[in-house]
């Protein structure tokens, strides 16, 4: 209260003594709200002293991918529950696991000529606060328009949320280290699969379905706490460039072009067989659903450690050795699965896994290959378009692989068939890798410090 002293040696503050007695109280509390947030700014600061600035972005973009990834991979298990508590069908269901991919496509095709003209880490903290605010709206929403509408906007946030993690890293690591922290960040999908569904889905049979939506916004509200503490140096952008032009641009590099095409046939190939996996151990090979989840657990861990591995054999020099590896390795349980015919429990668990692990962990070395050839003033722009097309290489094979297989008599038919489409996808990335992708842009491997 030094000001007060100071203050009563030059002026009589008798008349005003009422108002003081009102407003010191409220100053003082003022006060202590801001010391409060000063002592929770200096115990982060004090956290993130034990790690270097780009340790601690790599764990936080990791935890950004766990999140949007759990926001998404959630519906799928809770959808007896919703379908009980808003009356659906399964059509409506449906409609509520779709919208989200339409969102992330929209949304993505929207905002790629704009991206590149603002501070990529700086829209990243923006649009993960709007996510982080649209997840909590989950928690008042009571009939299936709102939560439709509410699951196209997550979709589209968490859709550039995913294309501007990719341009952060591109833009903030260098080449020879980009390898490895892709590896980290997509190894949060199979870090969902260990430990955010079985979580989700015990909030869900305890609490109802808003509990796992509740819980992702406190996670990230956690998160953008660290988050908004990273300072790095802006990404010195042209704002005067128009949309349409921008637009433009991107469509007329070669080279973008075939890292769009790569992508789109990589997610096909993946997604033509990794939604039928369930449906071909239990009709196929007569695994018990009831011993699905301790599977996908074993799974999920050998998809983890796949998924480091794949980034540091992608740092071999361009990527195209890593591409090649992996994509030829998960060939091989494909065939396995496709042709072998009777298997013991454990070789049908081991095959599974292994063939889980390839077909997630391949995203690793295309990503990191593709960003060797993308100019770097359209990188955010790229990425957003990249991740629209990711959505799309997926739905659509997820559609394919729906006519190719069908389950007739409790036997599952076609899976061979789709084991084929995958292969030969496969074999277009190879060809494309290889005859393609001669030059680079300039500085598009140089990454800044932060």
């Given at each position: 209260m030094g000001w007060f002293h100071s203050a009563a040696r030059f002026t009589d503050l008798s008349?005003?003594?009422?108002?003081?007695?009102?407003?010191?109280?409220?100053?003082?509390?003022?006060?202590?709200?801001?010391?409060?947030?000063?002592?929770?700014?200096?115990?982060?600061?004090?956290?993130?002293?034990?790690?270097?600035?780009?340790?601690w972005l790599v764990i936080l973009l990791a935890l950004l991918q766990f999140i949007i990834l759990s926001d998404y991979l959630?519906?799928?298990?809770?959808?007896?529950?919703?379908?009980?508590?808003?009356?659906?069908?399964?059509?409506?269901?449906?409609?509520l696991v779709s919208i989200y991919s339409i969102g992330a496509i929209f949304i993505a095709f929207t905002t790629a000529g704009v991206l590149d003209r603002f501070d990529r880490f700086r829209s990243l903290q923006l649009v993960f606060l709007c996510f982080l605010a649209i997840s909590a709206l989950h928690l008042l929403v009571n009939d299936y328009r709102v939560l439709l509408l509410l699951r196209f906007f997550a979709g589209g946030?968490?859709?550039?949320?995913?294309?501007?993690?990719?341009?952060?890293?591109?833009?903030?690591?260098?080449?020879?280290?980009?390898?490895?922290?892709?590896?980290?960040v997509l190894s949060a999908t199979s870090i969902c699969q260990i430990v955010g569904i079985p979580a989700g889905l015990f909030l869900v049979t305890r609490y109802g379905w808003k509990a796992p939506f509740l819980l992702n916004a406190l996670l990230g509200l956690v998160v953008c706490l660290f988050l908004l503490r990273i300072q790095p140096e802006r990404n010195p952008v042209r704002r005067e460039r128009p949309v349409g032009n921008q637009m433009l641009r991107i469509a007329r590099e070669p080279f973008h072009l075939q890292a769009m095409v790569c992508t789109l046939l990589t997610m096909l190939a993946g997604n033509l067989i990794v939604p039928f996996l369930p449906l071909l151990l239990v009709f196929r090979h007569g695994v018990p659903e009831n011993e699905m989840g301790g599977i996908y657990l074993i799974a999920g861990l050998v998809a983890f450690g796949g998924s480091l591995l794949a980034g540091k054999v992608s740092e071999r020099g361009n990527g195209r050795f890593a591409i090649y590896l992996v994509s030829s390795l998960g060939m091989?349980?494909?065939?396995?699965?496709?042709?072998?015919?009777?298997?013991?429990?454990?070789?049908?668990?081991?095959?599974?896994?292994i063939c889980n692990a390839l077909l997630i962990t391949r995203m690793i070395p295309t990503n990191r290959f593709i960003m060797e050839f993308i100019h770097p003033d359209l990188l955010g722009g790229f990425q957003s378009i990249?991740?629209?097309?990711?959505?799309?290489?997926?739905?659509?094979?997820?559609?394919?692989?729906?006519?190719?297989i069908s389950v007739e008599d409790g036997k599952m038919l076609g899976f061979e068939h789709?084991?084929?489409?995958?292969?030969?996808?496969?074999?277009?990335?190879?060809?494309?890798?290889?005859?393609?992708?001669?030059?680079?842009?300039?500085?598009?491997g140089q990454g800044s410090g932060l």
């Open positions: 008349p005003y003594l009422p108002w003081l007695l009102v407003g010191g109280p409220c100053v003082a509390g003022h006060r202590r709200r801001l010391d409060g947030r000063s002592a929770m700014n200096r115990s982060i600061d004090a956290s993130m002293k034990r790690f270097s600035e780009k340790q959630v519906l799928m298990p809770m959808g007896p529950m919703l379908m009980d508590t808003f009356r659906l069908d399964t059509r409506q269901f449906a409609g946030a968490a859709g550039l949320i995913g294309s501007l993690i990719m341009s952060v890293i591109s833009q903030k690591f260098v080449s020879n280290r980009r390898g490895r922290v892709i590896g980290i091989i349980p494909l065939l396995v699965f496709a042709f072998a015919g009777a298997m013991p429990g454990w070789g049908v668990v081991g095959v599974f896994a990249n991740t629209a097309l990711m959505h799309i290489g997926a739905s659509s094979a997820a559609w394919i692989g729906g006519f190719l789709a084991v084929f489409a995958s292969i030969s996808a496969t074999c277009l990335v190879f060809v494309i890798v290889s005859v393609g992708f001669r030059s680079r842009p300039e500085s598009s």
